[in-house]
């Protein structure tokens, strides 16, 4: 099998960890910092009116705050747009697909009244900074500097490329910002592994009886019509005027829509799963309730509908934003104008939502202007093999260690993020902040506000997640396991740990399937369940390989062979370091010729190095195999010594727990192979050919048209 691009590298380039603590004086600095960035009024007002030079002033400051994102090497920074920004920070391996982080840098206007201190002065008041762009979204676009910054100074090296993108319209459309730079990298050739943007947060107190917060990772987000409403009539004296007028036409369309709320679509989209994934934590009997939607879900419909915020959730939303008429007090208006900002439920479409307006007004008096428009999200994936997704729920539970449940939802504002929908099939949403209802009304209202410890932690947040990209295996994985080949003669292998995150195992297999083309291994699980992958899902194609069996390894151990029928072989232990497998099989296994196949080519030969500390391998009867520690570490085994000795073992990995949290595996960013390396190098040559590497699994989504026959 080629894997020409699969396999990176010689060794687990194992960077330190730089652990997430700042001093007093770094901790002053950034909340300073962003007090700073509040002060700049960058007021988005509409697409036409933009403080523009608030926004050149918020780039000049950026500059003073973040020197060293400034001025390193790998870091490359553009102005797109006049005043957006895009930074690439180039990892050390290539390889590795990109990610990007959004923020914008713009806000909505924020009269003083109502304010207890004034919207841009950044004031800090009992623990809290006040202003405008606190919660959307100086905060993200800070934390991501600030985190950048102090990982930098701290020497860190990424591997994983990745971008930040501060748009500078994103209250107004994003299509001098965030659009622009999507189309930079788009003409460049990008593809992204994923998008984390603002829209959705911890939320705490938004669902009545849900004691406990949960974070909710937004993975789609409501569509969304700019509507004008428009009635013109004629205009005249207003000492006697017509029986209605353009207001008075207009007002009683506008309350019509207002009236009519639009169909309650509750029962399709994120929001199941994420009621799904909550019903467990509510009292008795809500419990019940929420695990039998078959049953009550008319009843959990209508209740969703009563409070404003669950109701926005469950229907497209009609909200009347501005209403112009009127020119004079004594002139009958000719014009009166009306803009309705709906916001468009995942199940619903433009088309259908404004053929529904029309069905409500139902007045061909008025005439009906859609200045802009656009369809709900695409839903991105929040399995098992979302790289995105559960990095992020791997970092949401290591920062937030209180926070249970992780779910996915849909966002109910817009993003930035909509523009990049060519860029990658995952586009994630989270704020790592606490939201209560009181600070949702906030976006947008009046006293918007941040606590200071929450912005230290959405720094926190930031520094890990930067990390995360690239966790070690022993971090996070608690099995790793594949089926390996192997043929008569010695082989030694050796593991190469990648990235792997939170999430479950998903194990591809080589061969006909006898059972089943994969299994899958649950943590804390010794067996493996035959498992198929949903219909269409990528990564998951039949190997070109004849049809194998595969054995156990520990005599008597039966784990294994009931999921395998086919068992011909058996491993047992031959003392440390070794293990012979001796197939009762005469049945042998002809492997093809597979061009390109040596991976130890790409490993630069070094076989047996790079295995992570700590890493344990086990077989599956418990510690037949030796713990591997340290970076030379490798194991032999002897498979056999005959010719006919021809068979199919399986061997687990086993690493270390250190969160105990569910293993998964990254697409393409980890392999353990094999290579043969017989007693002698000429035996090597006559008797097995020039060094061979046995391919395992390939789950990459990348790699899959490079495998031979897919
Ligand atoms: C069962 C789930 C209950 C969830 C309750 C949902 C609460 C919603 C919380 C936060 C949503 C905040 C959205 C913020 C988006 C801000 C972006 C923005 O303002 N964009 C411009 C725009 O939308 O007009």
Request: one cysteine or more; aromatic letters at 8%; charged letters at 20%.
């Amino acid at each position: 099998v080629s894997r020409s691009k699969g396999l990176r590298g010689t060794e687990s380039q194992r960077e330190p960890r730089i652990p997430s603590q700042f001093s007093q004086e770094q901790r002053i600095a950034m909340k300073e910092a962003l007090k700073g960035a509040i002060q700049i009024p960058t007021v988005s007002f509409s697409p036409k009116e933009l403080n523009t030079t608030a926004l050149a002033e918020f780039g000049e400051y950026i500059r003073k705050v973040f020197p060293t994102v400034f001025h390193t090497s790998f870091i490359r920074h553009e102005v797109v747009g006049n005043y957006s920004h895009l930074f690439t920070i180039k990892g050390s391996d290539p390889s590795m697909q990109p990610y990007i982080l959004l923020a914008h840098i713009d806000v909505v206007p924020a009269p003083d009244k109502g304010w207890d201190v004034p919207p841009f002065s950044g004031l800090e008041r009992d623990g809290f900074i006040y202003g405008r762009g606190t919660l959307d979204n100086k905060n993200s676009l800070m934390a991501i500097l600030q985190a950048l910054e102090l990982l930098l100074i701290r020497n860190y090296i990424p591997r994983r490329s990745f971008f930040i993108a501060l748009g500078h319209d994103e209250e107004i459309s994003g299509i001098n910002g965030a659009q622009k730079i999507s189309a930079l990298l788009q003409a460049r050739g990008v593809q992204l592994a994923f998008v984390v943007d603002e829209g959705s947060f911890i939320l705490d107190g938004f669902i009545p009886y849900l004691k406990k917060p949960f974070a909710m990772v937004s993975v789609s987000e409501k569509g969304a019509i700019n509507l004008m409403l428009q009635v013109n009539t004629t205009t005249g004296h207003s000492s006697a005027p017509p029986k209605e007028t353009s207001i008075g036409i207009l007002a009683a369309a506008v309350s019509r829509l207002e009236q009519t709320p639009m169909p309650n679509m509750f029962g399709s989209g994120p929001l199941m799963t994420a009621v799904e994934q909550l019903a467990n934590e509510f009292p008795f009997p809500t419990n019940i309730v929420l695990n039998n939607l078959w049953l009550f879900r008319p009843l959990v419909s209508r209740l969703m509908e009563r409070n404003y915020i669950t109701n926005s959730l469950v229907r497209t939303t009609t909200a009347l934003t501005m209403f112009n008429a009127g020119v004079k007090v004594n002139v009958i208006p000719p014009v009166a104008e009306a803009i309705i900002n709906f916001r468009l439920h995942p199940a619903q479409t433009v088309q259908e939502v404004l053929k529904l307006a029309k069905d409500i007004v139902a007045d061909d008096r008025i005439q009906f202007h859609v200045l802009d428009a656009f369809d709900p999200l695409p839903i991105s994936p929040s399995d098992d093999q979302a790289l995105g997704y559960q990095l992020l729920r791997q970092t949401i539970h290591s920062v937030f260690p209180e926070v249970n449940i992780v779910a996915p939802g849909t966002c109910i504002g817009n993003t930035d993020s909509r523009h990049y929908l060519n860029l990658t099939t995952g586009i994630y949403r989270f704020n790592p902040i606490y939201l209560q209802p009181q600070d949702f009304s906030s976006i947008h209202g009046i006293n918007e506000k941040i606590s200071v410890q929450a912005y230290e932690t959405q720094v926190k947040f930031v520094f890990e997640f930067i990390q995360n990209v690239i966790l070690h295996l022993e971090q996070d994985c608690n099995y790793v396991t594949t089926t390996i080949t192997t043929t008569a003669g010695q082989i030694k292998w050796s593991v190469q740990h990648r990235l792997v995150t939170g999430g479950k195992l998903r194990l591809g297999a080589l061969g006909e399937p006898q059972t089943s083309w994969f299994w899958r291994l649950e943590p804390g699980e010794d067996n493996l369940r035959p498992w198929a992958p949903p219909k269409g899902a990528l990564g998951f194609a039949p190997l070109p390989y004849p049809a194998t069996c595969c054995c156990h390894p520990t005599p008597g151990d039966t784990n294994l062979r009931k999921h395998f029928p086919g068992t011909s072989c058996e491993l047992s232990s031959q003392g440390k370091g070794s293990l012979s497998l001796e197939p009762r099989s005469s049945r042998a296994l002809a492997l093809p010729s597979c061009p390109g196949s040596d991976l130890s080519r790409e490993s630069g030969g070094q076989v047996g190095r790079g295995l992570p500390t700590e890493t344990l391998l086990h077989g599956w009867g418990k510690g037949q195999l030796p713990s591997l520690r340290g970076p030379q570490s490798s194991s032999l085994f002897s498979v056999g010594s005959k010719p006919e000795h021809i068979g199919i073992c399986s061997v687990a990995v086993r690493c270390k727990a250190l969160k105990g949290s569910i293993s998964w595996l990254e697409a393409g960013s980890y392999a353990l192979w094999i290579t043969r390396e017989s007693r002698s190098q000429r035996e090597t040559q006559t008797e097995l050919g020039l060094e061979t590497t046995f391919p395992l699994f390939l789950l990459s989504r990348q790699d899959l048209p490079r495998l031979p026959g897919v």
